[in-house]
C-alpha cells in the first residue's frame, strides 16, 4: 500500500527553522516526482515546492525561493523540506504528495496532478 508520512512539524519562532521530512513506503520513490504543499486556516492549498523523480529538478512558489530547499533521498525513501527564514504567514499545515513519471526519470515539476497525499504536519511560526 502506498503511504507518505510526514514529519518535523511544530512551534518555532519567527527567523527559525524547521526541516520536514516525508516518507513514503510502498513504492520506488525512484520514478516518483513529490511535492510540498500547504494550507494555512482559510486559504486555498498551495504548491510550495517540489522536486522531480530524477532529482534533477526543483520548482518552489516565489513566497519561499531563497528560503525553503528541498531535497530526496532514494536510498531512505525519503524527501525533505529544509525552510529556513520562518515568517508567520508560513504558518499551515504541510503535506507531501507524489505522482508517478515511470518509465521516465523527469527532470522537471510542476504543482499539478499529484495521485498520492500524506496526512499533514502543522508548522506555526510565532514569537
Known amino acids: 500500500q502506498l503511504q507518505l508520512v510526514e514529519s518535523g512539524g511544530g512551534l518555532v519562532q519567527p527567523g527559525g527553522s524547521l526541516r520536514l521530512s516525508c516518507a513514503v513506503s510502498?513504492?520506488?520513490?525512484?520514478?516518483?516526482?513529490i511535492g510540498w504543499f500547504r494550507q494555512a486556516p482559510g486559504k486555498e492549498r498551495e504548491g510550495v515546492s517540489c522536486i522531480s523523480s530524477s532529482g534533477l529538478g526543483t520548482n518552489y512558489a516565489d513566497s519561499v525561493k531563497g528560503r525553503f530547499t528541498v531535497s530526496r533521498d532514494n536510498v531512505n525513501a525519503t524527501v525533505y523540506l529544509q525552510m529556513n527564514s520562518l515568517k508567520p504567514e508560513d504558518t499551515a499545515i504541510y503535506y507531501c504528495a507524489a505522482v508517478s513519471t515511470f518509465p521516465q526519470r523527469a527532470r522537471v515539476c510542476v504543482f499539478l496532478d499529484y495521485d498520492y497525499w500524506g496526512q499533514g504536519t502543522q508548522v506555526t511560526v510565532s514569537s
Open positions: 510502498g513504492f520506488t520513490l525512484d520514478y516518483y516526482t
